[in-house]
């Protein structure tokens, strides 16, 4: 079974307008984090934003949010007012077994992305 | 500039050599990640190091091979290389903390394999 999932191959918005990626996530780990990147065409893989499984309150980084909801294993990416250069692909990701004896930390989980395409 | 280093951007090879990608983490960073994105697969992880220690595999092919020297750069050996092998290559690296620390990824190494 896939751990993330993003079912949105493809969405377009226009310029100012809010978007929401989804996600959606599979872990027995009570202890996990989650992530978005987002990729444009030039292929860096550059972070957005982090939310933890134990913060209570939404992650935001400036125009993005991340619309949390546990009990349906759920971390959608908000942007909002959209810009041209947001244009890129958006990967979630989930990082599993956070605070436990492994300091050395584990591998990041990717969903297959969303392409967003923002128009004027 | 994520500060993780990857070399070469581009590599273009023939089928049955072998090649070597190298990565170079942030400055302090004891784990490096490697992971193959291609079309059909998406992003994969292939192997973790942490301190010059292997600590996960992913999907790793036995063509591939990895290390982490003394200095903490990384370098992945790909060899008898096919045709699905071309993809972009990434390195990420992230700190000792337990926490969600997020991974910095270095640009990528395009491969192709002619």
């Known amino acids: 079974a896939q751990k993330i999932t993003q079912t949105q191959p493809g969405m377009f918005v226009q310029e100012k307008e809010a978007v929401t990626l989804d996600c959606t996530y599979d872990t027995s780990d009570q202890s996990y984090g989650l992530f978005w990147y987002k990729q444009p065409s030039s292929g860096e893989m550059i972070f957005l934003i982090y939310?933890?499984?134990?913060?209570?309150q939404n992650a935001t980084e400036g125009r993005y949010s991340l619309n949390f909801q546990k009990a349906r294993k759920s971390a959608n990416l908000v942007i909002s007012a959209s810009q041209l250069g947001d244009s890129a692909m958006y990967f979630c990701?989930?990082?599993?077994?956070?605070?436990?004896?492994?300091?050395?930390?584990?591998?990041?989980?990717f969903g297959k992305g969303t392409t967003l395409s923002v128009s004027s | 500039d994520s500060g993780v280093t990857q070399t070469p951007k581009h590599l273009i090879t023939a089928t049955g050599q072998r090649v070597t990608l190298r990565c170079s983490p942030r400055s302090g960073d004891l784990s490096v990640y490697w992971y193959q994105q291609s079309l059909d697969q998406g992003l994969q992880f292939l192997i973790h190091y942490y301190n010059g220690e292997e600590r996960a595999k992913g999907n790793i092919l036995e063509r591939f091979s990895a290390q982490q020297f003394p200095d903490l750069h990384s370098e992945l050996n790909l060899s008898s290389l096919e045709l699905g092998d071309s993809a972009l290559y990434f390195c990420?690296?992230?700190?000792?903390?337990?926490?969600?620390?997020?991974?910095?990824f270095g640009q990528g190494t395009r491969l192709t394999v002619v």
């Open positions: 939310q933890g499984s134990y913060d209570e």
């Open positions: 990701a989930m990082r599993e077994g956070l605070h436990g004896a492994n300091q050395a930390g584990t591998a990041l989980i």
């Open positions: 990420a690296s992230s700190g000792p903390s337990r926490e969600g620390t997020e991974a910095f």
